[in-house]
């Protein structure tokens, strides 16, 4: 149990326009949800939380016009990449907790490409 | 602020050697600490946390407040165990991970 699946796994787009990528817990209810950015050969570094409902909480530095996050229901979030540039390009990963305090389980990663 | 160090981006070890991945990490309170791994072409999963005190496949970790370090050891390495290997923290009552830069370790037959 307790899988997260992520739609598209990769993505290539044009400079400026918009990419949605979606998390969606496929046999819980996630109350909270994370979106993670990974460049090559580095770490994890989160982008944003998001709950249920309400508008997510974006960490320093992440632009949250540029970065919307919609967590509409209980196994659905969505991130989408406004006017999408080269410097955009990255390994995008989202993790969904059922209780505070559990542990995350994390999506396989989509990969978007910005030419 | 939150810090989680890996020092080791690479560790190689023999397949039947001991292995000892380390982590140290900067939280001014008291933290929950995980070891998460990402084998090939996987996603990342968690290995194992403080608060459990488990031995999962055969690793363990013992947090050393004074020394503010989470290492993860294995006494006997197999092939099964290359992999990335990812440190992460999170505050008191927080749900957010701070990750480490992560070790690749790699075992060699």
């Known amino acids: 149990g307790a899988v997260v699946s992520q739609h598209p796994s990769w993505v290539i787009c044009k400079s400026g326009t918009s990419v949605k990528i979606e998390c969606r817990s496929l046999d819980f209810q996630a109350t909270t949800m994370f979106w993670y950015r990974q460049f090559p050969k580095q770490s994890l570094m989160l982008m944003a939380t998001s709950n249920e409902g309400s508008k997510a909480t974006y960490e320093q530095g992440v632009e949250k016009d540029k970065f919307l996050i919609n967590h509409a229901s209980l196994t659905l979030s969505t991130l989408t990449v406004t006017s999408a540039h080269p410097e955009d390009s990255s390994f995008y990963i989202c993790?969904?907790?059922?209780?505070?305090?559990?542990?995350?389980?994390f999506g396989p990663g989509t990969r978007l490409t910005v030419l | 602020a939150q810090r989680v160090t890996q020092p080791e981006k690479l560790l190689s070890v023999f397949k039947g050697a001991p292995v000892e991945l380390k982590c140290n990490y900067s939280y001014s309170g008291s933290p929950e600490l995980f070891w998460y791994v990402q084998y090939s072409r996987q996603r990342l999963q968690l290995l194992l946390r403080?608060?459990s005190r488990e031995s999962i496949k055969g690793f363990t970790a013992d947090l050393n407040k004074g020394e503010t370090s989470f290492h993860l050891k294995k006494p006997f390495a197999q092939e099964e165990d290359s992999a990335m290997y990812y440190c992460a923290l999170s505050g008191q009552g927080a749900q957010k991970l701070v990750f480490g830069q992560g070790t690749r370790l790699t075992i060699n037959p």
């Open positions: 403080h608060i």
């Open positions: 993790s969904a907790t059922r209780t505070v305090g559990h542990e995350q389980f």
